[in-house]
């Protein structure tokens, strides 16, 4: 039997991406901190999971959009505080691109515009998405998960593919290009998944990814006063 509502889920995820968070303040040379960031490749899947249940399940797309929007902005300017960016769209929170996908899955799913239609649009979101974290995928992903509903054992797949792209895509060292590999880890949580809402305020998580950011960035320089 499926356990698992779409509240307890997303709090997993909160919870993992605060540990990947965490370690990200903390010195990354140490196994400790690397297996923090293990448990946080749980969260992206769970994310792109529910913007497609989102999408699936909303009454108005515009009002989806919209609030997926007006917290993209409110987290890119946590986000930059957080890795000590200046406030530009240079580099941006994983929200934008998440916001993009909402678009990009309604302009797939449209009849009234062809097939080429589409192209232009389509590349114009990925340039848009290119420069946040997680990038084009987290743009694709929720779209490709929202296409495979019918099918969780293509979802399954396609998780699993996006973390050999994203360890492919990631300009970092290989033990943290493995890492994105660990994506899989939200499999058997989604497998439970029993497409229940689950008692909760759904506010809890959009307000939650830009406050614990600002934290973590007073944190992190609080740190770096005491201990440089």
């Known amino acids: 039997m499926k356990s698992l509502d779409a509240y307890t889920l997303k709090k997993i995820a909160v919870i993992a991406m ?15 901190s690397y297996f923090m960031h293990v448990i ?3 969260t992206a ?9 989102g999408c699936y399940y909303t009454k108005s797309w515009k009002g989806y959009f919209g609030r997926m929007l007006v917290f993209a902005v409110i987290s890119h300017f946590a986000y930059c505080f957080y890795e000590g960016y200046p406030y530009h769209m240079l580099y941006t929170s994983v929200m934008w691109p998440l916001t993009l996908s909402i678009l ?9 515009i062809p097939g080429w239609g589409k192209l232009l649009p389509i590349i114009l979101l990925i340039l848009c998405s290119i420069h946040a974290d997680w990038g084009a995928v987290a743009l694709a992903m929720p779209a490709v998960l929202y296409f495979c509903r019918q099918s969780f054992k293509n979802q399954a797949i396609a998780i699993a ?4 792209v ?4 990631t300009d970092t060292l290989l033990p943290y290009r493995i890492l994105q590999l660990y994506v899989c880890l939200s499999i058997p949580l989604l497998a439970n998944y029993n497409k229940q809402r689950g008692e909760g305020n759904r506010w809890l998580f959009y307000l ?21």
Do not use: Q
């Not at 593919?161 to 050999?164: A, D, K, L, Q, T």
């Open 18 to 32: 605060t540990i990947d968070h965490v370690a990200w303040i903390l010195p990354n040379d140490t196994f400790c």
């Open 166 to 169: 994203a360890a492919i895509m």
């Open 40 to 42: 946080g490749r749980i």
């Open 45 to 53: 899947p769970i994310m792109w999971f529910f913007v497609a249940e």
């Open 208 to 228: 939650y990814y830009p406050l614990h950011l600002v934290i973590l960035g007073i944190v992190h320089r609080v740190l770096i006063v005491f201990f440089k």
């Open 104 to 112: 990009l899955i309604k302009l797939l799913g449209t009849e009234k």
């Open 161 to 164: 593919i996006s973390g050999i």
